[in-house]
């Protein structure tokens, strides 16, 4: 079957690093994406990786290893606007979306 | 866990001609559904938020008589598209909000159902 899976939740302070993991198992891939959700609010979009590596956009950098079925979200210099919930989403070879069920971040002071 | 399913999954149809899109939460309640569109950079916006046994309501700039949305029943809310164009071929996601679960602010996702409109 297709799934994937990222924590539930993670706690991490201000100005510090955090790193929100996801792995998935499809049936093909046509790509990754993560978006960002404050509660109450749509999902905003972040980034998008199909090809394996590394893509940094400011704070936020997304990496990704097709042969592990692995991806990462990584915020720097984090800020108490930071605290929201992180959604890891696959598309598989019908562009299907499958998604995980959000990671919750919790930034302290 | 929670599970979201769309139906169909794609769909191409002729401009002028309405389709119907099924989203449906397949092992809890939702009284709250959403649905969006998901345009070519990615992004999501937000069309319209269904409410199980009242109307809809929609996001400023939707048109709510070209983008009929019903929430007939706790499990399934159903977004129609009438009288199509092709501008309106895009990818649409909905989701659905448990009331009951751990975190009754958590969204669950569809697979997506992607229309094309010739």
């Known amino acids: 079957g297709q799934n994937i899976d990222q924590p539930t939740e993670m706690t991490a302070t201000e100005g510090a690093i955090v790193q929100i993991n996801c792995t998935y198992q499809t049936s093909g891939f046509n790509g990754l994406f993560w978006y960002q959700q404050h509660a109450g609010e749509a999902p905003t979009f972040l980034s998008y990786n199909v090809l394996d590596g590394l893509e940094e956009k400011g704070r936020f950098s997304s990496f990704l290893s097709r042969s592990k079925g692995y991806s990462y979200l990584l915020l720097k210099e984090l800020q108490m606007k930071d605290s929201a919930s992180y959604l890891c989403?696959?598309?598989?070879?019908?562009?299907?979306?499958?998604w995980g069920a959000g990671t919750k971040l919790i930034i302290k002071p | 866990g929670a599970v979201v399913s769309q139906h169909p999954s794609r769909v191409i149809c002729k401009s002028g001609t309405s389709v119907k899109i099924e989203c449906r939460s397949l092992d809890f309640q939702a009284t709250t559904m959403f649905w969006y569109r998901q345009f070519p950079k990615k992004s999501l916006m937000l069309m319209a938020t269904?409410?199980?046994?009242?109307?809809?309501?929609?996001e400023q700039g939707v048109e709510k008589d070209k983008f009929l949305i019903n929430h007939a029943s706790l499990t399934l809310s159903t977004l129609t598209v009438t009288s199509a164009h092709p501008e309106d071929s895009s990818f649409y996601i909905c989701?659905?909000?448990?009331?009951?679960?751990?975190?009754?602010?958590?969204?669950?996702f569809g697979p997506g159902t992607r229309l094309t409109v010739l």
């Open positions: 989403a696959a598309m598989d070879s019908n562009y299907q979306l499958i």
């Open positions: 989701s659905a909000r448990d009331m009951a679960g751990r975190d009754s602010d958590t969204q669950y």
């Open positions: 269904s409410n199980e046994g009242s109307k809809a309501t929609y």
